[in-house]
């Protein structure tokens, strides 16, 4: 590869904050929130113009699992849509359901409540390194290339990104072979007659369309591969409905060429999987489209390597472990199919019977080596088949939770995460109703 020496230039310190946070998804949402609440001077920078990551600007239909406490209690308590008192969403409550654009608002005044900063239209694009400290960001945006200086750093991006630039340890996807679950773009269509509708909510959900057969089969024979599963959501909005249908195979996260490609893929696969719900599935003969997401939906990228790992078997076992930070946390091995579309053959959704929940440890916020930073969301420290289960938003949300707590304790007590007494962050929990 061609190379360029770019010449050494000064930037300004834009901030001297004591808690960075870097992406405002669910998780780094919950984490600028809870870190401001305790009385730190919190940051939060996100590359889009809005917060929310995959909730809002991902267009997700809902709040999966059946997590229950934490912060994700709060943010459902704020924005759910609720209306007649219908029966319209899932694990018995319609406030599962999202509707984005309330979603987008209550997250920024909840922000503004707790007194933390904002930062829209960013992107973190480098560290700034004291041995294996994380002293600063380099952000760039509109009003150019600047330095965020921070006591603690939150890596809530996802995939990472900045705690890859202080040289963390980290594997990406299943062990052995690397491979990553398929990425998608959501998106809603109008016109559906609820009354006459289906609403097939998990791959194995197989329902039978009169005459034509059941209707994953039908999507498997007639959808472009490597679409072909049929996932319909009530929304919060009469006749509208949330497809999670497209689907794009062989992606790296981290690569933007691939997300590139991903995007046109799943777009490319939106007109015919509108017209196949036109002339295949009851309820949608009239649908359209009304909007899709501006985010594509990456599910696995990066697994950093944590003071702690959570596996498969502590999933399993509803293991409570002594230093817990998320608790209450459950859903299944949501694994899609690496190679084509549906589940992935080690995946496990129906027969998936732990519904106990389980917790996880503080370790797995905490990189093995690197100081000043702390993890939270889908890049923590966790096997490829338990990423599967805690990947989701819920879960998310109070690894969030967890991670700002814990970092405005370590600036109050001037020490680094793999330092901090867990039973201080436990006990700050347990204040705010999280028991394990």
């Known amino acids: 590869m061609k190379m360029y020496r770019e010449e050494a230039r000064e930037i300004p310190v834009a901030a001297q904050v004591d808690v960075l946070v870097l992406g405002a998804g669910p998780a780094g ?27 809002t600007s991902g267009l997700m239909s809902h709040w999966t699992g059946t997590t229950q406490g934490g912060f994700y209690e709060e943010i459902l308590d704020r924005s759910a849509d609720c209306r007649g008192g219908k029966d319209l969403g899932f694990n018995g409550s319609e406030r599962n359901i999202i509707n984005p654009e309330r979603l987008k608002t209550v997250m920024l005044q909840m922000l503004e409540e707790a007194g933390a900063h904002l930062r829209l239209y960013t992107f973190a694009s480098g560290v700034v390194m004291e041995g294996s400290r994380l002293r600063g960001v380099i952000v760039e945006s509109k009003s150019g290339r600047q330095l965020i200086e921070a006591k603690i750093v939150i890596d809530c991006t996802g995939d990472g990104d900045i705690a890859a630039k202080t040289g963390a340890a980290y594997t990406k996807g299943r062990e052995g072979d ?17 009354s006459r509708a289906i609403f097939p909510g ?11 057969g059941g209707v994953q089969a039908l999507g498997k024979k007639k959808l472009p591969f490597p679409a072909g599963h049929v996932l319909l959501y009530r929304s919060t ?26 995007t046109l893929i799943c777009r490319s696969q939106i007109e ?31 697994h950093f390597k944590g003071l702690a790992t959570i596996t498969e078997q502590d999933i399993l076992s ?35 019977t732990q519904t106990k929940g389980y917790t996880i440890p503080y370790g797995c916020l905490v990189p093995e080596k690197i100081d ?36 405005a304790l370590c600036v109050e007590h001037n020490i680094q995460p793999r330092a901090l007494d867990v ?6 929990l347990i204040a705010q109703g999280v028991t394990p």
């Not at 899709?292 to 939906?297: E, T």
Request: proline share 3%.
């Open 29 to 55: 949402f919950s984490a600028a929130v809870c870190a401001a609440r305790q009385g730190a001077n919190t940051l939060l920078v996100e590359q889009g113009g809005d917060v929310g990551g995959i909730a």
């Open 178 to 194: 690397g491979a990553m679950q398929p990425v998608s773009i959501m998106f809603k269509v109008g016109g559906v007659d609820y």
């Open 202 to 212: 998990g791959f194995e959900e197989e329902i039978e369309i009169p005459g034509k």
């Open 237 to 262: 909005l009469p006749g509208v409905v949330t497809c999670n249908m497209t689907n794009c195979i062989g992606i790296d996260g981290t690569s933007a060429d691939d997300l590139t490609h991903a």
């Open 272 to 302: 015919p999987i509108t017209a196949f719900l036109r002339e295949n599935v009851p309820g949608y003969e009239a649908c359209y489209v009304v909007s899709s997401a501006s985010l594509i939906g990456v599910r696995e990228t990066r």
């Open 318 to 352: 509803a293991r409570v472990f002594d230093d817990w930070a998320v608790t209450k946390a459950c859903f299944n091995f949501d694994v899609h199919n690496m190679t084509g579309n549906g589940l992935d053959a080690t995946g496990s959704q129906k027969n998936f």
């Open 372 to 407: 000043g930073l702390l993890l939270a969301g889908r890049d923590i420290s966790g096997t490829h088949l338990a990423h599967a289960n805690y990947r989701v938003m819920p879960i998310c949300a109070n690894m969030g939770q967890a991670a700002g707590i814990a970092a």
């Open 423 to 428: 039973a201080l962050l436990q006990k700050e």
